[in-house]
């Protein structure tokens, strides 16, 4: 009922029928597995009985003493999509058979679907939000949904020189982690929490879908972000900022400047991302005029994995515990 595509077919169906979200497709995967060497991608293709054959992206996972089948549908806040070979999206009751399948294929599965489409449904499912502009009546009825205050503030920033484009140059990649290590240590951190080379893979993969935007003031970039293209979602992945000159509103600029980007390239959502835990970041988005969606990050564990995972947490508790005693 499951059997894996080659990368090759991979490429050739998403060449065919790309994904609606730049994580689901071959790019993204490809990239994660460059840069970390515990996943590999494994688009799967599920069948049902009567219904169409449906190929899921995923990547399964490698590590640990026991070999157990273990999939994420997508590392670092990814999403997966449920598309029917045609490359049109599933129903909600195709993706729940198609999950129903997944629960007996593999040891763990971890799936993030696309919030933005139909999706499988599962109880104790852990609940995610992310913000989203709707691009799908244009440009300029989504530009009517921002706030006054964000609109003055990108107005502000027009006036004092500040100015956003995507860069082509072979050393964006490095200019951009240089904002990236300046925002990290602004936050306490010693480092991003996003390699260099997980940057430079997506560029080196992604093609015209992955792109690198600076925002330049006084002859410097100021600020930047890194976005996807899917078929129909653009993805604000990465953003930096210089502290010292935040008094120029870079950030406002390059949103509006993103969202124009988008409504060209013909994308009908601006996936913002989440911002659970970051109420200044929510304040922003909600300026922006975007909408907060819900979505589900289903775990399915198959009892083995379970009481593995149940006798492994056990073990570690009664370590810590003796550690105690003998302090």
Known sequence: MIEHLSIQEWRAFDAAHPAPTFFARPAWAISLAQTYGNAEPAPLR???PGEPALIVSTMRMHGGVL??????AFPLGGYTCFLTENGTPASQAHCNRAVAELRRFADCTTIIPWPLAARPSAAGAKVHETSVVDLSNGIDAALAGVAGI???????????????????????VNLYYELLEASAKRWGLDRPAIPKE???????????????????????????GVVFYGKSEFFFWSAAMLAEYGRLRPSNALNFALMRAA???????????????LP????FKDNLGALEIPYE???????????FLNVRRALSRRAQAAEGTAI
């Open 150 to 172: 964000f609109r003055r503030m990108a107005g502000q920033a027009e006036r004092r020189g500040v100015v956003c484009a995507p860069s082509d140059d072979p050393g964006a």
């Open 297 to 307: 990050e289903i775990r399915l564990e198959r009892p083995p994995f379970k009481l």
């Open 198 to 224: 997980l940057i430079a893979s997506l560029v080196r993969n992604g093609g015209k879908d992955v792109e690198i935007w600076f925002a330049h003031a006084e002859g410097r970039a100021i600020g930047g």
């Open 280 to 283: 200044g970041v929510a304040k």
């Open 46 to 48: 599920i069948r049902v």
């Open 67 to 72: 070999p157990w089948r273990e999939y994420r």
């Open 263 to 277: 409504a060209d390239r013909g994308m009908s959502w601006y996936n913002l991302g989440s911002s659970e835990g």
